[in-house]
């Protein structure tokens, strides 16, 4: 999904995830330069402990949103959301997507955003929808 404000022009790439395991809403602030999949996605890959860009140096490289998470999940929380600020967003799919966002919105001057959602038994899909737009809002009022 893509957020673009018309005001600024600013765009805003913001990926879901599922998160199985999780009981509310997860902002996630970064991603790891680490692909370790604990089982093989879609196509039967399984990188074990592999950099995501060998060019960035070591697993542990951090790249960070440019984007206010801790903001962003106190205006979430004051709505009523379950919500957290995350620095985890693990070493499968996900993380591996977020740092390719992360690297691409800071080649282009873009800015990105990845959130875990829990499964629909966790919390119904009404409220995952109005989340996602209660999201979308408070972005474009930052922008």
């Known amino acids: 999904m893509r957020s673009e404000s018309t005001n600024s022009g600013q765009v805003i790439w913001v990926h879901f ?3 199985s395991g999780a009981s ?5 602030r970064q991603a790891v330069n680490e692909a370790n999949f604990r089982c093989p996605d879609e196509l039967g890959w399984k990188p074990q402990k592999l950099p995501i860009f060998p060019v960035d140096g070591a697993l542990s490289r951090i790249r960070e949103t440019t984007l206010p998470a801790e903001e962003i999940t106190k205006a979430l929380a004051k709505m009523g959301y379950d919500v957290i600020t995350s620095n ?3 070493r499968f799919v996900c993380n591996y997507v977020y740092y390719h966002s992360l690297k691409f919105a800071e080649q282009y001057g873009i800015k990105s955003l990845f959130v875990h959602v829990p499964l629909f038994l966790t919390i119904d899909e009404e409220t995952q929808m109005q989340f996602a737009a209660s999201l979308l809002e408070i972005l474009a009022s930052f922008y």
């Open 17 to 19: 995830g599922v998160n």
């Open 24 to 28: 509310r809403f997860a902002i996630e």
């Open 88 to 90: 985890d967003a693990g």
